[in-house]
């Protein structure tokens, strides 16, 4: 009778070739970057079975697998703390296999891959796909490196060798300990971390952590695809901030292109012009915009109600999106309960006093019923008219009423020349922002964002008539 290891080593072979795997699932530990609302919990646990599945077919033990949004751990998201997290629990595994809940593992394919690598040998050793700036940029505040810096793609995975993360376990917690201000990009400041704390030690990359899924992948970004069919209505109110010097320049270029796809939309602005005659008075400031803010979520309030929508979306008069891939993926959110999606930054975020917001020019989504807890009175009034909008009502606001943010990576607070090669290939993005600083936005919108628009306004007109 053929034993369990030598079944399993003839999977291997016959998968792989001659090389048998010497490593067990169980050696592993697989962490899931997971977050609590329903729909990205519920694709880190099909994650999780996928994995043990995987296990059992090949009658082994499974790797442990950690879900990170079971953890009390302030900041996980920053990767960081999790790191002196382990140490402190004593929970090892000769590979740790950090994740995003999107991410494809074919178990098999990565005990391979890692087994080529001796841990005992490559003591400082991390992998995965590797991602660098051709130039510096703002989401990483410019950082210049005298050779090119890389860092992993999330959605792709990486895993750390059980060495290097026992050396870096201390100087994890004074980082958490530390008074580190901004969190924006939790794979490029990890890299930072581990390069300066870990004797210069340097992500390798290894195609095998694919961005786009390939025959010889071990892991892959999965693709998204909605939870249920797209609405012949758009379930949404948008409100557009600008002001008067932007009238005549920003404006005509939202409504050329996706704006013109929005069955209810706003302007929100310091005063109408010849340029912009149905807009929105609301009050502003120069900077921080927290008073104009909170005067759109009271004015489009009693609009959700009257017309029964779901969501408010809101961006700013630079932000270029896909109304039709936003619209997809809000079929996975229940705009009952309270939520606000878009894209994660954090504000001392690894601190019970610190908080994780929602950034602004990338465009973020509220649910009818958040909106109408913010501007209860007495609740979420702004300190003062020029503080910081997003920080404030998407931060330490929604910590206050015990809200978590929701991030989704298809939300983009730059242009994309601005993100390192590789790393769009693997999405289909909602938004990017400051097409001001882009020569043709136009042609931004075309490349990127017009098919989506114009295919799911035919399936729209499409259900609409099925309907009638």
């Known amino acids: 009778m053929i034993t369990r290891n030598l079944n399993f080593s003839i999977i291997c072979v016959l998968l792989l070739g001659s090389f048998v795997i010497a490593l067990e699932p169980a050696d592993l530990l697989i962490i899931i970057l997971s977050q609590e609302e329903g729909y990205n919990a519920a694709q880190a646990k099909l994650l999780q079975s996928e994995i043990i599945k995987q296990a059992n077919t090949l009658e082994k033990k499974p790797p442990q697998i950690i879900l990170t949004h079971t953890l009390d751990i ?13 140490n402190d629990k004593n929970i090892v595994g000769d590979w740790y296999v950090f994740c995003a809940d999107n991410t494809a593992i074919r178990l098999t394919r990565l005990l391979y891959v890692l087994n080529s690598y001796d841990v005992n040998i490559y003591k400082n050793l991390w992998i995965g796909y590797a991602l660098y700036d051709k130039e510096p940029t703002i989401i990483h505040h410019y950082a210049e490196h005298t050779k090119k810096f890389k860092y992993p793609n999330l959605a792709s995975g990486f895993a750390i060798s059980k060495y290097l993360l026992k050396s870096l376990s201390n100087k994890a917690s004074e980082f958490v300990a530390s008074n580190v201000d901004f969190s924006v990009d939790a794979s490029y400041e990890l890299s930072t971390f581990i390069y300066n704390k870990g004797k210069g030690a340097r992500l390798t990359h290894v195609p095998e952590f694919c ?12 693709p998204f695809y909605p939870c249920a069919k797209l609405s ?33 939309i706003g302007y929100f602005t310091d005063c109408l012009d010849v340029n912009l005659q149905d807009g929105h008075v609301v009050p502003s400031t120069e900077q921080g915009h927290c008073a104009k803010t909170y005067a759109i979520l009271q004015y489009a309030a009693p609009i959700l109600q009257e017309k029964n929508l779901g969501w408010l979306i809101i961006t700013d008069d630079d932000t270029i999106l896909s109304l039709g891939r936003l619209m997809k993926l809000l079929t996975c959110y229940i705009p009952e309960n309270t939520v606000a999606l878009g894209e994660r930054y954090g504000y001392r975020t690894t601190k019970i006093h610190g908080y994780d917001y929602l950034t602004g020019g990338a465009g973020l989504v509220l649910s009818t019923p958040l909106v109408e807890q913010i501007i209860k009175p007495g609740v979420c009034e702004c300190p003062s008219a020029n503080t910081p909008d997003d920080m404030f009502l998407f931060g330490v606001c929604l910590a206050h009423l015990g809200v978590k ?15 390192a090669t590789g790393y769009l290939d693997s999405q289909e993005p909602i938004s990017f922002h400051k097409f001001w600083m882009i020569d043709h936005p136009e042609l931004l919108y075309k490349e990127w964002f017009e098919e989506a628009d114009k295919t799911a306004l035919i399936l729209q007109n499409e259900i609409k008539h099925e309907e009638l």
């Open 232 to 264: 012949p209505y758009q379930n949404a109110y948008v409100a557009v901030k600008t002001c008067a010097k932007y009238h005549n320049d920003r404006l005509p270029i939202i409504r050329n292109t996706w704006a013109k796809y929005a069955q209810n």
């Open 405 to 419: 943010v929701t991030h989704s990576p298809l939300f983009h607070q730059a242009r994309p020349i601005d993100y």
């Open 74 to 86: 302030y900041g996980s998201w920053t990767i960081v703390p999790i790191i002196a997290y382990l």
């Open 211 to 222: 961005v786009v899924s390939n025959d010889n992948c071990a892991t892959y970004p999965k």
